[in-house]
């Protein structure tokens, strides 16, 4: 394989895992926006989507749907993730983070890791301790163009991630319940005076990121084959970076930062030693903290937006 | 009211349904619910439980307003009896405990003593000065690596190494610390725990200094000198602690040293400014209260606390490997914080004790552990903020709700 070749892979898998970082990035982001508070479950949502993903997809390949309905199949899994995903979301909300909106950051911030802790362990002991092998339906067969090869998978996760945040995007932008998530993440008690329903954004949020953390997790488990109760730490670490790196409350940030990370991973593991590369993630992300908090897209902390 | 208890009850119970359902049914691709079905039929016992409670309680509210619930009488009853006779009743018995204890209680009261002193220096961190550190157990693998690499490399002693281990945690301390000072809560959540991931991945992957996941083993035990007269002349003769009761002692007097020093610590003028900035940052800042510098001294001083349980963690197995520093070992240490009370010395050295020694007991649900610690960590965020043995300042200001009502104290807009 010659250079070009090379670096066209590499970009490949580097815009791959830069979508599915940015997709859970989102999900941080739009919880940061509303409440100001890092939703620290967001790792163990994501791996409890991939866990649905892989329930649901293993029952419908037992169905013979993969190879009849195949199309109605992924909807269905993703579908199903991101609904219990969403429902889950909501719920930590009204456990961990709705009695304690008014106390202090510290005790919400720990109410919300315990939470995580509970999930993660909760996910364990319910299924299993080893990895869950993901059915493989989209097969080996690959597309070349000058030498890289993408997997019909790869092209189908980027095109749908990109998918979901446009749609995001436009929901954000162009309905009512956009605009309240805006205005609530502006000034939340003006938000309130002028009659929207706050509790009611603040679940709807907690349903939509989480639900695309889920999605996130569906894809990396189609794409790895596997998944694992404690695979959420380390993805929640890298989109975290993503978020931080793009702007904590901004969505095109998230999407921006997600890329970048992606980018700086796969580069440092194609090039340099590989053992290192999380040890770079939390590098990059405890130096943009250190230089630039606001991040890439991100507004001055008082102006923090959605 | 009874009507609408009962509506949200049936809507907790159609949603954990669909949450428990799918998770605990299927294992494989098959369906077997059994086991989703009782654990949903637990929590909603759990539930009607509490929705039972709430009805009785309902009804007497009127009558038994005006009293304090138990938990306030056993504490004041417990205040009642001099201080002297409760710390001299427990001192007594952690130093007969060993006399009495076979070889295995021993070594859990170790653990146990070690967690504490662990507690006791993350509460600096977070009880006193208010900042979530989630990378703690860094700090602890910073005192174990430090003595081993010392003693196996350079056949340093333990005393020896112990100044060393706590000037390298308290070094990586302020390491952390800075970059960090500017950061709110989350932020620094993260940071700190993207720093003990990143000490842990350092001592997992850089081989040729500390053998990578195998570990490094063979360290000396820490010794004691006593003079000899025996053949005539004088000379020092070297006792190792081998033995679990005297291992016990010494993490015995290095825990009571700790509980001495936070405590002096949280009633001198530098346990004044961090509870200072715990409460409000920025009006500490105006205060006069130097922020910087004081934050910068808590970490460091976490840090040394947690490296001198780490060199005697090390010291005591003669064995260390990445693996006992686990992001998990971090939440434990602060689920001991939050269990006692954030800010609680009493309440740290209680907590301590019983999660670390209660799991040991009920050996067979090992398992369950760490969900427990998780719900623990939550509930009682939720239920009992100040924790089980509250700090007599942070209760007055938590539960200062009704008479006054307690701002916003963060500045922002909420």
């Known amino acids: 394989m010659d250079l070009t070749a090379l670096l066209l892979q590499q970009m490949v898998n580097a815009i791959f895992l830069g979508s599915i970082y940015a997709l859970i990035a989102l999900g941080y982001t739009m919880v940061y926006g509303i409440i100001e508070l890092i939703n620290f479950a967001h790792g163990e949502l994501f791996t409890a989507g991939a866990f649905i993903g892989v329930i649901v997809l293993s029952a419908l390949q037992q169905a013979g749907w993969v190879e009849s309905h195949f199309v109605l199949t992924l909807i269905i899994v993703f579908g199903l993730a991101m609904a219990y995903v969403a429902v889950l ?21 720990l109410s919300a890791l315990g939470m995580s802790i509970f999930l993660s362990n ?153 053992a290192w590369k999380d040890v770079t993630t939390f590098t990059v992300l405890i130096l943009v903290l250190y230089l630039k908090p606001s991040g890439l897209l991100g507004e001055s902390v008082s102006e923090v937006r959605v | 009211m009874v009507r609408q208890e009962l509506q949200k009850l049936a809507v907790y119970a159609f949603f954990l349904a669909i949450l428990l359902i799918p998770m605990l049914g299927f294992r494989s691709a098959s369906f077997e619910p059994d086991r989703a079905l009782k654990i949903w039929g637990v929590f909603v016992g759990i539930l009607i439980l509490n929705f039972i409670v709430k009805a009785v309680r309902g009804g007497r509210a009127a009558v038994e307003a005006h009293k304090e619930p138990w938990t306030e009488r056993t504490r004041e009853r417990i205040s009642r009896i001099p201080r002297l006779y409760t710390i001299g009743g427990l001192a007594l018995l952690a130093a007969v405990y060993p006399l009495m204890a076979n070889n295995y209680m021993i070594d859990v009261g170790i653990t146990c003593l070690i967690y504490v002193s662990l507690g006791l220096g993350l509460n600096i961190v977070v009880g006193l000065c208010g900042l979530l550190d989630l990378g703690y157990i860094a700090f602890y693998a910073v005192g174990a690596y430090t003595y081993s690499l010392l003693n196996l490399t350079f056949g340093v002693s333990f005393w020896a190494a112990l100044p060393m281990g706590v000037v390298l945690g308290m070094v ?59 053949d005539g002349g004088f000379s020092w003769v070297a006792y190792y602690l081998k033995s679990l009761p005297a291992l016990y002692y010494l993490i015995l007097i290095i825990v009571v040293l700790t509980i001495v020093g936070v405590r002096r610590l949280d009633n ?95 050996r067979g649900l090992e398992n369950y552990r760490m969900l427990a610690f998780g719900a623990i960590m939550t509930i009682m965020m939720v239920v009992k903020p100040e924790g089980l043995i509250p700090a007599s300042r942070r209760k007055r200001e938590l539960h200062a709700t009704d008479p006054h009502p307690h701002e916003e104290s963060d500045g922002r807009d909420r």
């Open chain 2, 268 to 362: 001198s003028r530098i346990g004044r400014a961090w509870i200072a900035i715990r409460e409000d940052e920025t009006a500490a800042e105006l205060s006069g209260v130097p922020t910087t510098w004081n934050k910068l001294l808590a970490y460091a001083l976490g840090a040394a606390f947690a490296s001198v349980a780490g060199a005697f963690f090390a010291a005591k197995l003669s064995y260390t490997n990445p693996n006992f520093f686990l992001f998990m070992e971090s939440c434990i240490v602060l689920c001991i914080v939050v269990l006692g009370g954030v800010g609680s010395i009493p309440g740290i050295v209680v907590a301590g004790f019983v999660l670390i020694a209660v799991p040991e007991i009920f």
């Open chain 1, 89 to 109: 979301g909501v719920a930590v909300e009204h456990v961990a983070y709705k009695p304690l909106r008014n106390s202090s950051r510290l005790s919400a911030l």
């Open chain 1, 122 to 274: 909760g996910m364990m002991l319910s299924q299993g301790v080893s990895d869950r092998a993901y059915p493989q339906v989209f097969g080996l067969q690959a597309i070349e163009i000058l030498g890289a090869r993408i997997t019909k998978g790869q092209i189908f996760i980027i095109l749908l991630a990109i998918a979901l945040m446009v749609a995001l995007q436009l929901f954000v932008h162009r309905t009512r319940l956009g605009k309240a998530m805006r205005a609530t993440a502006q000034n939340r008690t003006m938000a309130r005076m002028l009659g929207i329903d706050i509790d009611q954004t603040i679940r709807i949020t907690f349903m939509i990121g989480p639900a695309l953390g889920a999605a996130a997790g569906v894809m990396v488990g189609l794409f790895y084959g596997a998944v694992r109760f404690d695979m959420g730490f380390i993805f929640m670490i890298k989109a975290f970076a993503a978020a931080i790196l793009g702007g904590i409350g901004s969505i095109p940030g998230a999407m921006l930062g997600g890329l970048i990370i992606g980018v700086i991973e796969v580069g440092w593991a194609a090039f340099l030693p590989s």
């Open chain 2, 172 to 230: 990586c301390g302020c390491i952390i610390g800075y970059p960090t000072l500017k950061m709110r809560g989350d932020y620094l959540a993260i940071v700190t725990l993207g720093f003990g991931e990143i000490v842990r991945l350092v001592l997992n992957n850089w081989d040729s200094l500390t053998a990578g996941p195998n570990g490094l083993f063979g360290m000396k035990r820490p010794t004691l000198y006593y003079p000899s007269f025996a």
